[in-house]
């Protein structure tokens, strides 16, 4: 409870260093919301062209790719700062948080809110909600619940193996190629649905990196695509997945701190 | 000429020195160059010989717009919103060689190491595993080439201009994004121009993007042969031109406009 407390007040802090640059955060909207819609705007080209992605029709697929987004956009609002955390060690900050006594972990989650990741809400909201109505779609309260937490559980998924992949630069002193690594395969997933791949790809997304329980398999149950894929039941292991990834990050972070030597910054 | 091989020597190092980004660079372009080739290939069993291309062609293209990704890697504009920031921007100045001269053969090093031990390597794989073709003819192969080196200089003097309008505005880090996912789609960097829907295939034949990827790529492919590969070389010529003498003003007007802050 003491742990909630010191983050919301570390949050509050963050916000205020961030809204003295006004300019900056409007700039910063504009251009997710530009880049979001350059992105969809290829898909409906590549749609408007060949009528549909291995049966996925254009509603489908911006489904497909704001159910990612909306997981996404969580992480980018609250997380986003777990890229950089090999910075935090090459410059030394990091040993500021294992000075004060509180725990290290909520300390470097307070650090930063990257306001931008209001447009990538804005964004989800927005094709998920046309979407919905342009594919017809009812969902009964069921449905809904899954919804939502497919959504967390997406933040959770791509939260915890950005931050996995950070930890290597305890050890290495250098993380972000890992990191991008990872971010190129969530690229591919959020943009194409999976069954368009070679079988050693969906093996990867599904347990290696397995970014496709984020929007792949739960779309499918969600869009009643039961036919495109044998193993759509895998969509409601998302949760758990989510929950299995966490337990293995705490297990590396700790391993990680014991290990961490200052740089002397 | 000595300081472009300087350039290049450095950023030659510098690759040397990050061995585990290296390959870790090549593995993100061939993931890429494979997830382009898995589209190109459901969408042509979709509706085969779409457009008057055949699939080897279109996954020769997606291909190697992918190994091209690479001339995005030398971002002179960040260089220069960093050096204004820092105020490290006047002893830039202070260098006895033209500022636009510097920036140029600061970036073509870069570039050309990028594309001798990233590109070129990811081709070769790309062309044991996905079945990329060699252009055509060795008079393709040269267009192709000489079309490339104007397609460079033109995305070239786009990011300069930025650059100097950051000397002006400060801060253009949050636009670079929305900046580079522009020159990817009306460069046709991905999805080639013939596909585009009429509006927009005719705003992307008027804007100089499509001088970087889709004309050179188009060549190479095949798609754009004879007199309408010269005609393009020429569209990609003129623009060179116009941009150069944008670049050369809106730098001298930012020039006498700069403050440094301290530094």
């Keep these: 409870m003491e742990a909630l407390r010191l983050y919301f007040k570390l949050i509050r802090i963050s916000m205020q260093a961030r809204l003295q640059y006004r300019a900056d955060f409007i700039m910063g909207i504009l251009n997710i919301i530009a880049l979001n819609a350059i992105n969809l705007g290829m898909i409906g080209i590549l749609v408007y062209r060949f009528v549909n992605l291995n049966g996925w029709e254009i509603w489908e697929l911006v489904f497909l790719y704001c159910l990612w987004l909306l997981g996404h956009s969580i992480f980018s609002l609250f997380f986003w700062h777990f890229w950089e955390l090999e910075e935090y060690l090459v410059q030394g900050t990091f040993d500021q948080f294992l000075l004060r006594p509180a725990s290290p972990f909520v300390q470097f989650l307070g650090r930063e809110v990257q306001y931008i990741g209001f447009a990538d809400v804005f964004v989800a909201a927005t094709g998920l909600a046309l979407a919905y109505v342009n594919l017809g779609l009812h969902w009964g309260i069921v449905a809904w619940l899954f919804f939502f937490l497919v959504a967390i559980s997406g933040t959770v998924i791509e939260t915890t193996l950005t931050l996995m992949m950070a930890c290597i630069s305890f050890w290495t002193g250098r993380s972000s190629m890992a990191v991008d690594l990872i971010m190129e395969f969530n690229v591919l997933v959020q943009h194409y649905p999976i069954d368009i791949f070679g079988s050693w790809f969906r093996v990867v997304v599904t347990g290696l990196i397995p970014v496709a329980f984020m929007n792949y398999y739960p779309a499918l149950i969600l869009l009643d695509k039961l036919d495109r894929n044998s193993v759509w039941w895998l969509g409601y292991l998302s949760p758990i997945v989510a929950l299995l990834l966490v337990g293995m990050t705490a297990g590396v972070w700790h391993l990680a701190l014991r290990r961490y030597s200052s740089s002397g910054g | ?263």
């Design chain 2, 1 to 263: 000429m000595k300081i472009f091989w300087s350039f290049t020597r450095q950023a030659f190092q510098f690759v040397a020195a990050y061995r585990f980004n290296f390959f870790a660079e090549i593995f993100l372009i061939l993931l890429r160059m494979y997830g382009v080739y898995w589209v190109w290939k459901i969408l042509y069993t979709q509706r085969p010989g779409a457009f008057g291309v055949d699939l080897q062609q279109m996954i020769t293209y997606g291909v190697l717009g992918m190994a091209l990704e690479i001339f995005m890697w030398s971002r002179p504009q960040m260089y220069m919103a960093r050096q204004v920031k820092s105020g490290a921007i006047d002893t830039d100045l202070m260098k006895p060689i033209d500022f636009h001269v510097h920036m140029l053969a600061r970036s073509l090093g870069e570039t050309l190491v990028a594309l001798g031990v990233l590109a070129i390597p990811a081709l070769a794989v790309a062309y044991f595993l996905l079945g990329v073709e060699l252009p055509p003819d060795i008079w393709t192969g040269t267009l192709f080439g000489i079309s490339l080196g104007l397609g460079y200089l033109v995305l070239f003097h786009l990011n300069f201009l930025l650059g100097s309008l950051a000397v002006v505005t400060l801060d253009i880090r949050h636009i670079s994004w929305a900046y580079y996912s522009v020159v990817r789609f009306f460069g046709g960097q991905m999805i080639p121009l013939w596909l585009f829907p009429p509006f927009l295939a005719w705003l992307a034949a008027a804007l100089p993007f499509q001088s970087t990827y889709y004309i050179p790529m188009s060549i190479y492919i095949g798609n754009l042969s004879g007199a309408e590969a010269i005609q393009a070389m020429g569209f990609q010529l003129v623009w060179l031109v116009v941009l150069v003498l944008l670049s050369r003003l809106l730098w001298s007007w930012a020039h006498r406009r700069l403050v440094v802050q301290g530094g």
